[in-house]
């Protein structure tokens, strides 16, 4: 998991004011997180201020403004639509609603860091299955599902790697998974992939009634503070996480902004991001891969440089220099694409180097 001290803990916030001394020095760029480095979109953060003006009411507990809003984007049954507290809760939440009859979940080692944890507070088995250079070995995943798994994961684009499966790897894998195994596909980072073969989750789980597609609200649309996370699911699976779901989640600010996030006059503003955010990967990839580093390609708003034990290294100096990245010791270093001038201050260090 994250160092805790790069995480904005609003746990002992009762006092903002008296823990500013504690803050980190205001120029810190963090680019350990893989957020976005866009302030709210304007439209957005005026609906968000409107609703502080509720913050006494509980939010609608079915969310159904936004999940009307969803099912209209996204062409779906609201009865297959979940929301919930960013797609990590809903994933764990999912994993949980399938109940204990069967152990083990299955998911690719190296990937998003939340995984075990999320098997471990399941109560469920973990079964990592190691990557193939960047990828997720996806024989080895389909080998590794037995009678007694729940559900696997599947991570793509996948998170360090930035690695993105294409769409006839992940459906003939999909084909070999049997029909009572639930596959759930974090697509996380979906707004950012640029490759046309890159698999869609959303067309791939079209007549198939075992697959679950996770997106967010975190990354691209920029709303990560507000948790908000949505899943495409077969309507029973939805049905059964609702009810094991924690209730009157996402909260009040979260559905307005992201019910707000998904009007039409928004898709330009995020189709600018995203694109900035391709040319920005790829001008600093090709960079650090100038100054010498390994940088793997990426479908994703970071880079992972597979340095191995110059990770802590790499790490340290950047904070050094106020630059917060995501070290893996021994295996590598992730560094979210930032802002121009983040970026380049990454380089000046990485180049000092
Ligand atoms: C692969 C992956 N899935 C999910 C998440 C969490 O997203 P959310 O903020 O929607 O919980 C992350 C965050 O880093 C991630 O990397």
Redesign the pocket.
Known sequence: MSNPSDTFDLADSADLAELAPLAEPAELIDLS??ESPYAPLPSVQAVVEKAVAQLHRYPPHTAAGLVTALAQRLDAPAEEILVG?????L?QNLIQSLGPQRRQVVYPEL??E?YPLMVFNTGSQPVPVPLTGYAHDLDAMAAAVTEDTRCVLV?NPN?PTGDVLRTEQLAAFLDRIPSEVLVII?E??REYVTDPEAADGLALRQGRDNVCV?R????AYGL?TL???YALAPAAVAQRARMTGLVFYPGGLGQVAATASLRPEVDQELLTRCAANAEARTRLAESLRALGLPVAPSQTNFLWAPIGAEAENLAARCRAAGILVRPYPGLGVRITIGSAEANERLLAVASAG
Request: glycine share 12%; hydrophobic share 35%; aromatic share 12%.
């Open positions: 997180m893989n507290p960013g797609s990590a809760g994933c990937s998003f939340a991570c998170n974090d996380a980072y996770l967010t609200f975190s990354k990560a948790r908000v996370g």
